[in-house]
């Protein structure tokens, strides 16, 4: 079974940038197509980006390039960062993995920013 924990939340400022890190266990990494979620009180989880196991990136909605999706394959590690947060970028983010017939969620790390 695959597990996911999530990372790098916090309190900041508008303007400033964060890093968020997922690190899978359990699974072949490699193969499996892992996202990013956000969910803002009151509103329905929302994709954010996700990344192919062949490497490609699709970010959900008009990101204004704030928003970066990456993995590393060999730390087993996926990775968002978020530059010029905005208040409204205030959420929990969750990580996502899928592949053909299973799928899984962390816990979420709490992003808030404050303007």
């Known amino acids: 079974q695959v597990q996911l924990v999530e990372s790098g939340g916090g309190l900041v400022q508008a303007g400033d940038s964060l890093r968020l890190s997922c690190a899978a266990s359990?699974?072949?990494?490699?193969?499996?197509?892992m996202g990013w979620f956000r969910q803002a009180p009151g509103k329905e989880r929302e994709l954010v980006a996700e990344t192919t196991s062949g490497g490609s990136t699709n970010y959900a909605g008009p990101t204004g390039g704030r928003f970066t999706i990456s993995r590393d394959n060999a730390k087993n590690t996926v990775y968002l960062q978020v530059n010029s947060l905005k208040p409204e970028d205030t959420a929990v983010y969750f990580c996502n993995y899928r592949t053909i017939g299973a799928a899984s969620w962390g816990q979420g790390t709490q992003v808030t920013v404050s303007s």
């Open positions: 359990g699974g072949t990494f490699s193969s499996y197509t």
